[in-house]
């Protein structure tokens, strides 16, 4: 006997609910969860005809969802009187009974509940001490929150009914739930349908497409529904001042807590451009008060963050938003998708990723599922309040903080609205004490030095110590220090001293070294100019600077302008060889005294000189010293003297009386003599380093971001050396931030941190306001302590702009502004995370060119990569190259495994080496262009198996497009999720395969569709060849002809 | 919104920066005097800022 059943049109949010459901339909993330205390003295069978007289009242609860001709229908099926499955605790203790409730109730309310079968709810009958309870799971296609209040009281009025019976206390139902359906697509079509959606387009126009919250974990390709909560209590009487400054601004409470909402996330991910996710309740007939159903609608509230407003500002702002987008709020939510976001990005959840929902008392039961539909959701009620989140995404421990921050902000908020926003507390005073200690240089300071002070102390030590190795010349120490001193008396004798610049324009070599130590002991400071700079250059420089004189070898010497002089060998030789003391200077030389200009470059302008002191150098070589032991024995020198990485070879190894070996990597003098103890790269150097040229004691990395990719050959290589990621801009004295790799330890795939903070250095991370940002949010980098470099030589505007006041050190003192992002891992290191100007977006999205970087690289036929946003033809592409023999096609295949959509490259291209700076960092600017066309994008390929002939034609026909190929994607050509539920149902009506919905979401292209298709069939006709399974297609196809 | 005003602030070294006006100036910083946009705040500081030597090392060297 069958029962009797009707279908209507699905409601629109019926539809959206579904269509997510699909992307894993065996999820309870849609769970609603709805107990109920029967009253004492009603038996098993009561209790189940009170509720059977509820299901019997409202259709919803007798519906389930279908497609049927690809489109998706409700089925109401006639009442049927169901038993309810019972089971008895009665006879528990009591602690037991209430474990064991629990654990059933959890058990019930994570059995996914099918869409495409009746009925749409679960339930049980659970005999506690004295009476019964009833466990009850509905699908939220069918049941909303308010539903979950008419549900109570129905059975309320129903048991009082069987106790008294009276007629029951439940109002008349003059339509049910597919009545609503079909009216609401009647109303919402044609001309009303396009106003509305005008709307919603205009007001997201531009709005960020995913929120810039800082996560624990990059997006992966695909979102799940995979979650989890932590809980909290709002502090008491928090809501009642919510009240009272909601009641002030005309506004609701839920309005306050919506702004507290919005400026925490603008705190927390710096855009000032928020979008929340809110429900409205969509019940604004009367006839739908007493309905069960699913009547919800999300909509989109845009918050304006900018302008540092005050809270109360930010209110008003929330409040007008808000009733605007309520005024809008019956437009069907799936539609605005649609409208604004055709191209689905299955990393990331359309339009909104956060939400906030205020639920004083709905009767809900809040199981927790490990399920989340956002990113993060906030569940507020006057009682337990719950923070919902991705844990694809996030950690606990993050969770937990962004939970705490909000209870935080928001009682700072209500307690001084007229504060700004960006002024309100996010840390707690513990936090914010620890945040600021890492700001604090803790080295004891001893007494501040001069590199000359320390040259000479190592010369004095290791006389006959070989110092420096050049083109198999080699110079003890003794005869270093004399040859310095003499050139430096002489240098005096020229009227040079503290305060001073020189510049040395000399290439490597011998001469160089002697120069550049005579600079110092004559106490002035030297300037680098590279010889093989081209000679505008070298002009700038030399201009810029202005030096008191150019020291030039013979070759050189033509090079600069004026009169350099010329160190040909007999230059000084006739002065004395004893070191400098104070009386041989101009003026006693002293700490606070520069030792050496270095210009750097920067993304824009003209280079500028950093002037840094002695003290700074000491500071950082004292640090450098105890940290690499390797500085005591040979240390490979290939870098220019210009480029501040190489005072850790140069100057740590002649302050360790180690020896310095001048040669350029690809020279054979760099590997004469056996491997070098010490070695200091850029991570642009790493494919350069085979076993002669790698490192004993420590490979030092700088200059650069280093990833795990990178690092992962030489390792593998050289498993019992240490490997150290020194973070340092010129400004900050080569290194003040370090992370050490000891021998043998993992490093996880993707950047590698920067570690903490150096002896004589203070890591701020800052936001805007120079406030300090809590753990794991992104800040700017500024750095405090000794090792800060005076400024710019003659920049005192671009000086000012970069050395601040510090308001977390002492009196005075300033703190450099790095320009650099980076953030607190839990461990209490640094992750590094790029310039402050190179946030490049493309199409809205973030990227991170790092992660994509070490994509590329985790490809075994990649040795070196590198990508990069251009903007070749006006649009900014975002493109990767690639050295190695990898095949283009799987690299992007493992890359759109690995990563969201939007750090795919548009283009790949394959070069034989990657450009580098003269520095040996990679030269950006020097990256080409990408092929004009992609070819293989833009022709047509005829679909090459039945398989692909049938998706092609399926695509074609659904969405009216006249050829599609092979290599079509479904969403590139205008399909949307509604008409991608009709393809699905086309396919599986053509070769009855079950394909669920997230099959095409996943693999939109036709010949991955149609190979996904195969598998299926494959699958499903186990024992059938794949000839045979072609030929079944075969016939399918004709018969559909 | 308004542009932000900055100040143009000095130390006892005598070292120049600027610092947002409506925010407490930190210890051992001084207002030097003159108030505006970032970038007049900056132009300003380019004219003022003649010796950057720190004013306790002035006077030792030989320029």
């Known amino acids: 006997m069958s029962t009797r059943e009707w279908t209507f049109p699905a409601s629109y949010a019926q539809e959206r609910v579904w269509l997510a459901n699909q992307l894993d339909a065996g999820s309870p993330v849609f769970n609603v969860s709805i107990p109920w205390a029967f009253p004492a003295g009603v038996d098993a069978d009561t209790a189940g005809d009170v509720l059977n007289r509820v299901v019997a009242r409202h259709e919803a609860l007798r519906t389930h969802l279908r497609v049927d001709d690809g489109a998706l229908v409700q089925v109401v099926r006639a009442h049927e009187p169901t038993p309810l499955p019972t089971v008895d605790l009665g006879h528990l203790p009591a602690d037991q009974r209430r474990a064991e409730f629990a654990r059933l109730r959890t058990e019930l309310a994570r059995t996914p509940i099918p869409l495409d079968a009746p009925p749409p709810w679960r339930a049980r009958l659970i005999r506690m001490e004295d009476a019964w309870t009833l466990v009850f799971v509905a699908h939220h296609a069918v049941f909303d929150s308010h539903s979950a209040v008419l549900f109570h009281a129905e059975l309320a009025a129903f048991c009082e009914a069987a106790r008294t019976g009276a007629e029951p206390a439940v109002p008349e139902l003059p339509i049910q739930y597919a009545d609503f359906a079909v009216w609401q697509r009647q109303q919402l079509t044609g001309d009303e349908l396009d106003r509305q959606l005008a709307f919603w387009t205009g007001h997201l126009a531009g709005a960020p497409p995913v929120t810039g919250l800082p996560l624990d974990r990059p997006r992966p390709a695909r979102l799940g529904f995979a979650g989890d909560e932590v809980r909290f209590t709002l502090p008491d009487g928090l809501l009642d001042r919510v009240g009272a400054l909601a009641a002030s601004a005309q506004a609701t409470p839920y309005m306050v807590l919506l702004a507290g909402f919005a400026a925490l996330l603008s705190r927390i991910s710096g855009d000032t451009d928020v979008v929340v996710g809110v429900s409205t309740a969509g019940r604004d007939n009367p006839e739908l008060a007493s309905l069960i159903g699913m009547f919800v609608n999300p909509v989109a509230l845009r918050c304006d963050v900018s302008g540092d407003p005050t809270f109360t500002t930010l209110l008003h702002r929330v409040r007008d938003g808000l009733l605007d987008a309520m005024e809008h709020g019956q437009t069907p939510f799936q539609r605005i998708v649609e409208a604004v976001h055709p191209q689905r990005d299955p990393s990331v959840q359309p339009i909104f990723q956060t939400a906030l929902n205020f639920i004083p008392d709905s009767g809900l039961d809040p199981v927790e599922l490990g399920t989340t539909k956002d990113d993060l959701a906030f569940d507020v009620t006057t009682a337990e309040c719950r923070l919902v989140y991705r844990t694809a995404l996030f950690d606990r421990a993050t969770a937990a903080a962004v939970a705490r921050r909000y209870v935080r902000l928001l009682t700072a908020a209500v307690a001084e609205p007229d504060r700004a926003v960006g002024a309100l507390p996010l840390l707690t005073d513990d936090e914010r004490e620890l945040v600021l200690a890492a700001g604090t240089a803790v080295a004891p300071d001893g007494p501040a030095t001069t590199v000359v002070d320390e040259v000479q102390r190592a010369a004095a030590a290791t006389p006959d110590g070989t110092a420096l190795v050049r083109d198999g010349v080699t110079l003890r120490y003794a005869e270093l220090n004399a040859a310095a001193n003499r050139l430096a008396r002489l240098l005096v004798a020229r009227g040079l001293g503290p305060q001073t610049r020189v510049a040395l324009a000399l290439p490597r070599s011998v001469e160089l070294v002697v120069a550049l130590l005579a600079v110092l002991k004559a106490g002035a400071a030297y300037v680098p100019v590279d010889p093989a700079y081209p000679a505008a250059r070298i002009a700038y420089l030399l201009d810029d600077a202005a030096p008191a004189l150019v020291l030039a070898t013979p070759d050189t010497a033509a090079l600069v302008p004026g009169e350099p002089l010329v160190l040909d060998g007999t230059v000084g030789a006739d002065q004395p060889d004893a070191d400098l003391t104070d009386a041989d200077r101009l003026a006693p030389l002293r700490p606070h005294h520069p030792a050496y200009v270095l210009h750097t470059s920067g993304s824009t302008g003209r280079p500028k000189g950093v002037v840094v002191e002695h003290r700074a150098v000491t500071a950082y070589l004292a640090w450098a010293r105890h940290t690499y032991p390797g500085l005591a024995g040979v240390a490979l020198l290939h870098s220019p003297v210009s480029f501040d990485l190489t005072v850790t070879g140069l100057l740590g190894t002649l302050t360790a009386g180690g020896t310095v070996r001048l040669a350029a990597l690809d020279e054979p003098a760099a590997r004469a003599g056996g491997r070098p103890s010490f070695l200091k790269v850029t991570p642009s150097h790493l494919p350069l380093l085979d076993g002669e040229l790698s490192p004993t004691a420590d490979l030092v990395i700088g200059g650069e971001a280093l990833t795990a990719e990178q690092l992962a050959d030489w390792r593998a290589a050289h498993p019992e050396v240490a490997v150290v990621n020194e973070y340092g801009p010129t400004e900050a004295t080569v290194g003040c931030v370090a992370a050490r790799i000891a021998p043998g330890e993992p490093v996880p795939p993707g950047p590698v941190p920067i570690g903490t903070p150096t002896w004589h250095t203070g890591a701020l991370l800052l936001d805007a306001a120079l406030q300090p940002v809590p753990p794991g949010v992104v800040g700017e980098l500024h750095v405090t302590g000794v090792q800060l470099a005076r400024g710019y030589h003659d920049r005192p505007g671009l000086t000012a702009a970069r050395f601040l006041p510090c308001p977390y050190g002492p009196p005075g003192t300033r703190m450099y502004a790095t320009g650099d992002l980076a953030r607190l891992r839990p461990d209490g290191s640094l992750d590094y995370l790029g310039r402050r100007d190179d946030q490049v977006k493309v199409r809205g999205m973030r990227i991170e060119l790092g992660e994509v970087e070490a994509a590329l690289l985790a490809h075994p036929d990649v040795r070196a990569a590198a990508a990069a946003v251009r903007v070749d033809n006006g649009e900014p592409t975002l493109v990767g190259y690639l050295v190695g023999p990898a095949d283009a096609d799987s690299v992007r295949a493992g890359l759109a495994r690995e990563l969201p959509a939007h750090l795919v490259p548009a283009a790949l291209v394959r070069l034989d080496a990657l450009p580098l700076t003269p520095n040996g960092k990679l030269d950006r600017a020097a990256l080409p262009a990408p092929a004009a066309t992609t070819p293989a994008k833009d022709s047509y390929v005829a679909p090459r198996t039945d398989a692909e002939a049938l998706v092609a034609d399926v695509y074609a026909d659904i969405l009216g497009v006249e050829k599609v190929g092979a290599l079509d994607d479904f969403f590139t050509l205008g399909g949307n999720s509604l008409r991608g539920m009709r393809a699905m149902a086309r396919i599986r009506a053509e070769v009855d395969v079950d394909l669920p919905m997230r099959a095409l979401f996943g693999s939109p292209v036709v010949a991955d569709l149609a190979a996904q298709l195969e598998q299926r069939i494959a699958a499903e006709l186990d024992g059938l060849s794949d000839t045979e399974v072609a030929a079944l297609l075969a016939a399918e196809e004709d018969t559909d002809r | ?63």
């Open chain 2, 1 to 63: 919104m308004s542009e932000p005003r900055f100040l143009v602030v000095r130390n006892d070294e005598e070292q120049y920066s600027i610092w947002a006006a409506d925010r407490e100036l930190p210890a051992g910083w001084h207002d030097a005097g003159f108030a505006g946009s970032r970038e007049e705040c900056l132009a300003h500081v380019d004219e003022v800022w003649t010796d950057m030597r720190p004013r306790s090392v002035r006077g030792e060297g030989t320029s």
